[in-house]
């Protein structure tokens, strides 16, 4: 039975998160543009694809590059926030969908890994958004509609969801 949890719970994450990697590359691109907007989305599909394919293969030691990804990212996001004092950037839902794939695929093997690291993951903008208002910066209802956001609910919903799931697999097994 947990596996058909931990099955369902991989299926209806990633039929959320795949499409907002469409989305939040493409984002990126269109604000790159040129050449440079191509070397984005291929620098993009084969970091998804190579820790996807980690993560299936060596969940043990790509949970542990997945977790050093989160970090790299928020610090990311709070350098640009305090940098700029305005709001985060694309790269920011871009870089969270891009960790959030092989997450998603890490869920099969390591489920409460997986929940904890992709809530992390979503709450990257939320980070940004208590840099910001300690700056002073009134931006948070246009910080709270921006991509970042519209990414960080699904992913935070997947994390969510393997966390319940690795939880209902703990309560079977038993003390």
């Keep these: 039975m ?10 209806l994450t990633a039929l959320i998160v795949v499409p907002l990697v469409v989305f939040s590359v ?12 191509g070397v984005v989305l291929l620098v993009a599909v084969a970091l998804v694809s190579v820790l996807s394919y980690l993560a299936a293969v060596r969940p043990a030691s790509t949970a542990r590059w997945l977790g050093a990804g989160v970090v790299v990212l928020a610090v990311y996001v709070v350098a640009e926030s305090f940098l700029s004092g305005d709001s985060i950037g694309s790269a920011a839902p871009t ?11 890490l869920g099969l093997r390591r489920t409460r890994e997986a929940g904890a690291l992709l809530l992390a993951d979503s709450m990257i903008p939320l980070l940004s958004l208590l840099v910001l208002s300690g700056l002073s910066v009134d931006r948070t209802g246009a910080h709270l509609a ?30």
């Design 95 to 105: 870089g969270m969908t891009v960790l959030a794939v092989p997450l998603v695929v």
């Design 146 to 175: 921006s991509s970042s956001e519209f990414v960080g609910i699904p992913v935070f919903v997947g994390g969510v969801f393997f966390l319940l799931a690795s939880l209902l697999r703990s309560q079977r097994r038993g003390p």
């Design 2 to 11: 947990s596996n058909l949890v931990r099955g369902g719970v991989f299926l």
């Design 26 to 37: 493409g984002q990126l691109v269109e604000d790159v543009g040129g050449w440079w907007g």
